[in-house]
C-alpha cells in the first residue's frame, strides 16, 4: 500500500456511530481529564465549564448530524484546530519559566481542540480519538500533580474510559454486552498488568530539560538581606537558635538559624513540610557549620549581604573546597509548609531556577532566599553529586596537605578532647586512610551508643561531646554526629556540620520524596582532596540509590499487611467461609418436599450400589428398586408414585403425609438380596 | 497493534524522562487497557464454541441460504467457503439468546459437504479484531444449484430430405385443445362452461397431455469456472423449461464418479445434478444444451 492509499483509507469518513451511551461515555472521560486540569490550576474552572458546556453541546450536534455531517463543520473544526496549533507552537517557541510555560499551553491547546473537535465526530473512530486525547489531557495533569488527591480524577477517568471502551465494543458487536463477570475478568487484567508495569519499570528520572519549575508560595519578603527566618514568626522574624525555654517548634528546626545548639533537638511533629522530585536520594542540604565551641556550631564566615542577582536560572559559584565531581542531580522542591528561607540542595548546588531575582550565596554553598518560603513555592535546583566510590576516596591523597582555599576552621576545637582523641586513636589505631578511619569511628558510634530524641538539655555550659561520648552514650543526631566531627577533627581530618533533611519516604504513585518536619537531620562532611566534601551519616542509614516504585510498592504493601492483625482476619475469613458454605448449603437443599424424597431415593439406591442410570424414569427407578427388593415390596413404587403425582399432576398431599412420606425415604434401604451383586 | 506498542513505548519515554510518577502511572493504566484490548479477544475469539443447529440441503447461487448456529459468545461471523455477509452471533448479554442465523450468498454451483467461518471479536473493548477460521460439517452436504439461466430452444435436427427437420412448434403440455363431453371422473374444475351451454350436454375441457417421448439434456462443462457456471445455467433453464412444458427429461452430465445420465422430474432435481456436475465430456444421448 502506497503512502497516498494509505492516507486515502485513514481519511476516509467512517461508519456513522449510533450508540448514545458511547458518546456520553466519552463526553464523561473529557470532562473528568478537564476538570484534573481545571483542580491543578492549569485552567480556570470557568473555563473548564465552558469547555464542558460546549463538548456536551458539540457532542450532541455531531450525533444529530452523524449521518451527513456538513462540510463547513469540517472547515470550521479543520481550521480551529490548526489555529490552535499555531497559537501552541508560538506561544512555547521560547519557554521562560521551564515546563510550566509548556503546560499550560498544552492544556489549552488539548483542550481546545478537543471542544472544536466535538462538533465533528460522527465515527467511532472519531470518538477514539477523543478517549485519546483525554488521555493526553490527563498526562498534563499528571506531570504537575504532585499529590495523591490528584489519584481521584485518574480512578475516576480510568472508569469512565473503561464505560466508554465497553460501549464501544457493544456499538462495534451490534448491540453485545458485556456480562458483569466479564467486565470485573477485564477490569481485574487490565489493574494487574498496570500494576504489574508499575513494579517492573523504573522510577521515572528527571533528565529532562524542560523541568524546571519555580513557584512563589504565600513567604512575603525577608527584611533582612541574606536573613535566615523561620517559620515561627513569618518571614520578617529571624530564625534564632533553640533554647530549652522554646524547645517546640512545629514544623521548624532548631539548627536552621545561623548556629546549631546542639543541647537540645526540640519537638519537631510530623508536618510534610516539602515535596522533593529528583533522581536519585540525597540529603537535602540547607547549611553546613564550620566554627565549634563546645555546646553550639556556628558558621566562620555568615551569609554575605550582597546577593547574587540574575535572572533564573542562577549559575553559582562552586563552594570553597568543593570540587566539581559527580554527577548532574536535578531537584525540585515543593514546599508544602513554611519553612527556613534557606535553599535546600543535594550535595553541590550548580544551578537554581528560583522565583526570585537574586538569593544570597555564602562560601560553604549555603544558599538563602530573599523570599519566606511559603506553601506552594517551588524551586529546582541542578547539583553535583558525589559519585566517588569507596575506593577512590581511600586512594584520595593525604587530607593533611590542604589547599589554600579549603578553610583551616575545618579543623578547629574550641580546646583540646583527650579523652576523645585517645579514643579516636583507639578506634582507628589500624587504619591507614582517611575514608577507613571515618567508617571505623562510624561503627564505633553505631556499636556503642544509642540514638534517642527522649533526653533532657544538656545544661549550660557542658560541652556536648564529653557529655555524650563519656557520659551515657545516649543522644540525638546533632550530638552523635558533632562527636564524630570533633574526633574526625582531633585526628587532624576536615570535618563540618551539615544540617538540612533526609531525603524522606519516596511515594510510588507520585515520584516524589515526602520530607516531614521530623526528617531535619544533623550530620557531617569529611573533606577529601580532589573530591571536596563528602557526607557522613553516623545516625541515620540513608539509602542513597534510586529507588523503585515497584519495590517500595510492595513494600509498603508489605508493612500495610503485616500491620493488620491476624486474629480478626482469620475469624473474618472463616466467618465468611461459614457463611458461603450455609449459602451453598441452603441453595442445594432440595426446595419441595417431592424432591427431597426423590434425592432420599437416589441415595438409598446409590447405597445398595444401584445409582439411577441417566435415561431412566424416576418412576423406572423405583421399579427397578422394588424388583431389587423381592416381589413383596413396593414401597419404592409408591414413593416414586406420589412424587411424580406432585411434580406432574400438582396433587399434593397434606403437610403431615408430606412429611411422613420423606421421613419414610429416609428410613428405608435397600434389601439386595443375597447372590444379586453389589453393583449395577 | 503497532500503532498501540509506538503509542506505549512514546508515552513511556516521555513519562520515564519527565519525571512524573502520575504520567508513568497513567502510562501503565493505559498500557493494561491496550493490552487487554489487543490480547482479549485472542482469548475471546480462541474460546467461543460455535455449532452448527441446522442448515438446508439445497441452495441457489446467488441466493441467500441459512445457517442456524449457536455461539458461546458474542462474535463476528463472516462466512468464506461458501460466502456471506457479515453478521453477529452470540447472546447479546448474559442470560440472552444463543441461536441465530447465518446468512451465506453462495456465488457459484457446487456441494458444500462443510462451511468455512471467519470468526472474529474485538471484545471487550473493540480495539483489536482477532479472526479465527472455523469449519463446520453440515448434517448433509449443501447443493448449491446454479442461477436459472433462459431457456435454449432445441437444435434442429440435420435435413435428411423427409421434412422433419423442421421442428413443429410443441404445444405446452396443459393447454386447451377442445373440449369433450363429461364422464364421470372428471374434474369439476374441467367444466366448460360455454360449450355447455352450447350443446346442452356437460361439457369438459380438454387439455393436452405431456409427450411421451423424453427429452435428453446433455451437459458438457468446460474447465473455465465461468464458463462452466454459464453452461450450468443455461442448461437449467432449459430443463426447467421442459420440465414446464410436460417433457419428461433426461439430465446428462458427469460427476466426480463418472458420467450420470438419470431423469429429472424437479427443478430441486435437475440444480443438484448440475451443482455435482463436473466439467468433462459425457455420452451421446440427446440434445446438447
Known amino acids: 500500500m502506497s503512502v497516498i492509499d494509505f492516507v486515502r483509507r485513514a481519511n476516509q469518513p467512517g461508519?456513522?456511530?449510533?450508540?448514545?451511551?458511547?458518546?456520553?461515555?466519552c463526553l464523561a472521560t473529557v470532562a473528568v481529564a478537564i476538570a484534573a486540569c481545571a483542580s491543578l490550576g492549569e485552567i480556570a474552572w470557568t473555563t473548564a465549564l465552558g469547555a464542558m458546556v460546549l463538548m456536551a453541546a458539540g457532542t450532541a450536534f455531531s450525533h444529530a448530524t452523524r449521518a451527513r455531517p456538513p462540510w463547513w463543520?469540517?472547515?470550521?473544526?479543520?481550521?480551529?484546530?490548526?489555529?490552535?496549533?499555531?497559537?501552541?507552537?508560538?506561544?512555547?517557541?521560547?519557554p521562560t519559566d521551564g515546563i510550566t510555560s509548556v503546560l499550560n499551553p498544552l492544556t489549552i491547546l488539548l483542550v481546545t481542540v478537543l471542544v472544536v473537535h466535538s462538533f465533528h465526530v460522527p465515527s467511532r473512530r472519531d470518538l477514539l480519538f477523543t478517549l485519546g486525547a483525554s488521555a493526553g489531557l490527563m498526562a498534563v495533569g499528571g506531570a504537575l500533580a504532585i499529590e495523591l488527591r490528584f489519584g481521584l480524577y485518574v480512578a475516576a477517568w480510568a472508569c469512565c474510559t473503561l464505560w466508554a471502551l465497553t460501549e464501544m465494543w457493544t456499538s462495534a458487536s451490534g448491540g453485545g454486552r458485556i456480562s458483569a463477570a466479564s467486565l470485573v475478568l477485564a477490569l481485574v487484567a487490565t489493574s494487574t498488568v498496570a500494576a504489574a508495569v508499575f513494579l517492573v519499570l523504573p522510577a521515572p528520572v528527571v533528565s529532562s530539560r524542560v523541568s524546571f519549575v519555580s513557584r512563589a508560595g504565600n513567604g512575603g519578603s525577608i527584611g533582612v538581606p541574606g536573613g535566615l527566618a523561620g517559620d515561627s514568626g513569618g518571614a520578617a522574624q529571624l530564625s534564632r537558635a533553640g533554647t530549652p525555654a522554646g524547645r517546640t517548634r512545629v514544623g521548624g528546626y532548631l539548627g536552621f538559624a545561623g548556629s546549631l545548639n546542639t543541647a537540645l533537638r526540640g519537638g519537631l511533629g510530623n508536618t510534610l513540610v516539602?515535596?522533593?522530585?529528583?533522581?536519585?536520594?540525597?540529603?537535602?542540604?540547607?547549611?553546613?557549620?564550620?566554627?565549634?565551641?563546645?555546646?553550639?556550631?556556628?558558621?566562620?564566615?555568615?551569609?554575605?549581604?550582597?546577593?547574587?542577582?540574575?535572572?533564573?536560572?542562577?549559575?553559582?559559584?562552586?563552594?570553597?573546597?568543593?570540587?566539581?565531581?559527580?554527577?548532574?542531580d536535578l531537584q525540585t522542591f515543593y514546599v508544602e509548609s513554611p519553612t527556613a528561607d534557606l535553599v535546600f540542595h543535594a550535595e553541590s548546588a550548580g544551578e537554581l531556577w528560583f522565583p526570585a531575582g537574586k538569593v544570597y550565596v555564602a562560601h560553604d554553598g549555603t544558599i538563602v532566599s530573599p523570599l519566606g518560603l511559603g506553601t506552594g513555592s517551588i524551586y529546582t535546583v541542578d547539583s553535583q553529586?558525589?559519585?566517588?566510590?569507596?575506593?577512590?576516596?581511600?586512594?584520595?591523597?593525604?587530607?593533611?596537605?590542604?589547599?589554600?582555599?579549603?578553610?583551616?576552621?575545618?579543623?578547629?576545637?574550641?580546646?583540646?578532647?583527650?579523652?576523645?582523641?585517645?579514643?579516636?586513636?583507639?578506634?582507628?589505631?589500624?587504619?591507614?586512610?582517611?575514608?577507613?578511619?571515618?567508617?571505623?569511628?562510624?561503627?564505633?558510634?553505631?556499636?556503642?551508643?544509642?540514638?534517642?530524641?527522649?533526653?533532657?538539655?544538656?545544661?549550660?555550659?557542658?560541652?556536648?561531646?564529653?557529655?555524650?561520648?563519656?557520659?551515657?552514650?545516649?543522644?540525638?543526631?546533632?550530638?552523635?554526629?558533632?562527636?564524630?566531627?570533633?574526633?574526625?577533627?582531633?585526628?587532624?581530618?576536615?570535618?563540618?556540620?551539615?544540617?538540612?533533611?533526609?531525603?524522606?519516604?519516596?511515594?510510588?504513585?507520585?515520584?516524589?520524596?515526602?520530607?516531614?518536619?521530623?526528617?531535619?537531620?544533623?550530620?557531617?562532611?569529611?573533606?577529601?582532596?580532589?573530591?571536596?566534601?563528602?557526607?557522613?551519616?553516623?545516625?541515620?542509614?540513608?539509602?542513597?540509590?534510586?529507588?523503585?516504585?515497584?519495590?517500595?510498592?510492595?513494600?509498603?504493601?508489605?508493612?500495610?499487611?503485616?500491620?493488620?492483625?491476624?486474629?480478626?482476619?482469620?475469624?473474618?475469613?472463616?466467618?465468611?467461609?461459614?457463611?458461603?458454605?450455609?449459602?451453598?448449603?441452603?441453595?442445594?437443599?432440595?426446595?419441595?418436599?417431592?424432591?427431597?424424597?426423590?434425592?432420599?431415593?437416589?441415595?438409598?439406591?446409590?447405597?445398595?450400589?444401584?445409582?439411577?442410570?441417566?435415561?431412566?424414569?424416576?418412576?423406572?427407578?423405583?421399579?427397578?428398586?422394588?424388583?431389587?427388593?423381592?416381589?413383596?415390596?413396593?414401597?419404592?413404587?409408591?414413593?416414586?408414585?406420589?412424587?411424580?403425582?406432585?411434580?406432574?399432576?400438582?396433587?399434593?398431599?397434606?403437610?403431615?403425609?408430606?412429611?411422613?412420606?420423606?421421613?419414610?425415604?429416609?428410613?428405608?434401604?435397600?434389601?439386595?438380596?443375597?447372590?444379586?451383586?453389589?453393583?449395577? | 497493534m503497532v500503532a498501540s506498542v509506538l503509542i506505549v513505548l512514546l508515552w513511556w519515554l516521555i513519562a520515564h524522562n519527565a519525571g512524573s510518577g502520575w504520567v508513568q502511572l497513567l502510562g501503565d493504566l493505559v498500557f493494561g487497557a491496550l493490552l487487554v484490548g489487543v490480547l482479549g479477544p485472542g482469548l475471546v475469539v480462541t474460546r467461543a464454541r460455535i455449532r452448527l443447529r441446522s442448515a438446508p440441503g439445497d441452495g441457489v447461487a446467488g441466493l441467500p441460504v441459512s445457517l442456524r448456529v449457536d455461539c458461546s459468545s458474542r462474535v463476528r461471523v463472516r462466512p468464506v467457503a461458501p460466502p456471506g455477509p457479515d453478521m453477529f452471533v452470540g447472546p447479546r448479554s448474559r442470560g440472552g439468546t444463543l441461536e441465530e442465523l447465518v446468512v451465506l450468498v453462495p456465488t457459484h454451483r457446487g456441494v458444500h459437504a462443510s462451511v468455512t467461518?471467519?470468526?472474529?471479536?474485538?471484545?471487550?473493548?473493540?480495539?483489536?479484531?482477532?479472526?479465527?477460521?472455523?469449519?463446520?460439517?453440515?448434517?448433509?452436504?449443501?447443493?448449491?444449484?446454479?442461477?436459472?439461466?433462459?431457456?435454449?430452444?432445441?437444435?434442429?435436427?440435420?435435413?435428411?430430405?423427409?421434412?422433419?427437420?423442421?421442428?413443429?412448434?410443441?404445444?405446452?403440455?396443459?393447454?386447451?385443445?377442445?373440449?369433450?363431453?363429461?364422464?364421470?371422473?372428471?374434474?369439476?374444475?374441467?367444466?366448460?362452461?360455454?360449450?355447455?351451454?352450447?350443446?346442452?350436454?356437460?361439457?369438459?375441457?380438454e387439455v393436452e397431455q405431456p409427450a411421451a417421448e423424453s427429452v435428453t439434456v446433455t451437459v458438457e462443462l468446460p474447465t473455465d469456472p465461468e464458463a462452466a457456471e454459464h453452461v450450468a445455467e443455461g442448461a437449467l433453464g432449459s430443463v426447467v423449461h421442459l420440465l414446464q412444458s410436460g417433457a419428461p427429461v433426461l439430465l446428462c452430465t458427469r460427476e466426480e464418479a463418472g458420467p450420470v445420465v438419470e431423469p429429472v422430474t424437479d427443478r430441486r432435481s435437475a440444480g443438484r445434478r448440475l451443482a455435482r456436475a463436473v466439467a468433462g465430456g459425457v455420452p451421446e444421448g440427446g440434445a446438447r444444451a
Open chain 2, 117 to 205: 467461518l471467519d470468526v472474529a471479536s474485538a471484545a471487550p473493548f473493540a480495539l483489536q479484531w482477532w479472526t479465527r477460521r472455523v469449519h463446520l460439517s453440515l448434517p448433509s452436504p449443501l447443493h448449491v444449484a446454479p442461477r436459472c439461466g433462459g431457456a435454449q430452444p432445441p437444435p434442429r435436427r440435420p435435413e435428411d430430405g423427409t421434412g422433419d427437420s423442421v421442428e413443429q412448434p410443441r404445444v405446452e403440455a396443459g393447454f386447451p385443445r377442445g373440449a369433450r363431453p363429461y364422464v364421470p371422473g372428471d374434474a369439476r374444475r374441467l367444466v366448460h362452461w360455454r360449450s355447455t351451454a352450447h350443446t346442452g350436454r356437460l361439457m369438459v375441457r
Open chain 1, 274 to 328: 516539602m515535596q522533593v522530585r529528583a533522581q536519585r536520594p540525597s540529603y537535602w542540604v540547607g547549611e553546613t557549620f564550620d566554627t565549634w565551641d563546645g555546646q553550639s556550631w556556628t558558621e566562620s564566615k555568615p551569609v554575605p549581604r550582597r546577593p547574587l542577582r540574575q535572572s533564573s536560572p542562577f549559575v553559582l559559584p562552586i563552594p570553597v573546597g568543593d570540587v566539581p565531581f559527580g554527577q548532574s
Open chain 1, 385 to 680: 553529586v558525589s559519585a566517588a566510590t569507596p575506593a577512590q576516596l581511600r586512594a584520595s591523597g593525604s587530607p593533611f596537605a590542604f589547599p589554600a582555599d579549603v578553610p583551616q576552621q575545618a579543623e578547629q576545637l574550641p580546646r583540646a578532647y583527650p579523652r576523645a582523641l585517645a579514643l579516636a586513636r583507639a578506634v582507628t589505631a589500624h587504619d591507614t586512610t582517611t575514608y577507613d578511619k571515618v567508617q571505623s569511628l562510624i561503627h564505633w558510634i553505631g556499636a556503642h551508643t544509642h540514638y534517642s530524641e527522649n533526653i533532657p538539655p544538656l545544661p549550660a555550659g557542658a560541652d556536648t561531646v564529653d557529655e555524650f561520648l563519656f557520659g551515657n552514650r545516649v543522644g540525638f543526631c546533632e550530638q552523635i554526629s558533632t562527636s564524630l566531627a570533633v574526633m574526625l577533627r582531633s585526628l587532624g581530618i576536615p570535618a563540618r556540620e551539615a544540617v538540612g533533611y533526609v531525603p524522606g519516604g519516596y511515594d510510588p504513585i507520585t515520584d516524589l520524596y515526602q520530607v516531614h518536619a521530623d526528617d531535619a537531620h544533623a550530620w557531617v562532611q569529611v573533606w577529601f582532596p580532589g573530591y571536596g566534601w563528602q557526607n557522613f551519616d553516623p545516625t541515620a542509614a540513608v539509602p542513597l540509590s534510586p529507588p523503585s516504585p515497584g519495590s517500595t510498592a510492595l513494600h509498603d504493601v508489605g508493612a500495610a499487611v503485616r500491620r493488620i492483625p491476624p486474629v480478626p482476619v482469620v475469624a473474618s475469613v472463616a466467618i465468611g467461609g461459614l457463611v458461603a458454605v450455609l449459602v451453598r448449603w441452603r441453595r442445594r437443599r432440595p426446595a419441595t418436599w417431592a424432591e427431597r424424597v426423590a434425592r432420599a431415593v437416589e441415595r438409598a439406591g446409590r447405597r445398595a450400589g444401584r445409582p439411577r442410570r441417566p435415561a431412566e424414569t424416576f418412576a423406572e427407578y423405583a421399579a427397578r428398586l422394588d424388583e431389587l427388593s423381592g416381589p413383596a415390596a413396593s414401597n419404592w413404587g409408591r414413593l416414586a408414585a406420589s412424587v411424580e403425582a406432585s411434580a406432574y399432576g400438582g396433587h399434593d398431599p397434606p403437610p403431615p403425609a408430606q412429611r411422613a412420606l420423606v421421613d419414610e425415604a429416609r428410613r428405608t434401604r435397600v434389601q439386595v438380596p443375597v447372590g444379586a451383586g453389589t453393583r449395577d
Open chain 1, 15 to 25: 461508519q456513522p456511530e449510533d450508540s448514545v451511551q458511547l458518546r456520553r461515555a
Open chain 1, 73 to 94: 463543520v469540517k472547515v470550521i473544526v479543520a481550521l480551529g484546530a490548526t489555529g490552535a496549533c499555531v497559537w501552541f507552537f508560538h506561544t512555547v517557541s521560547s
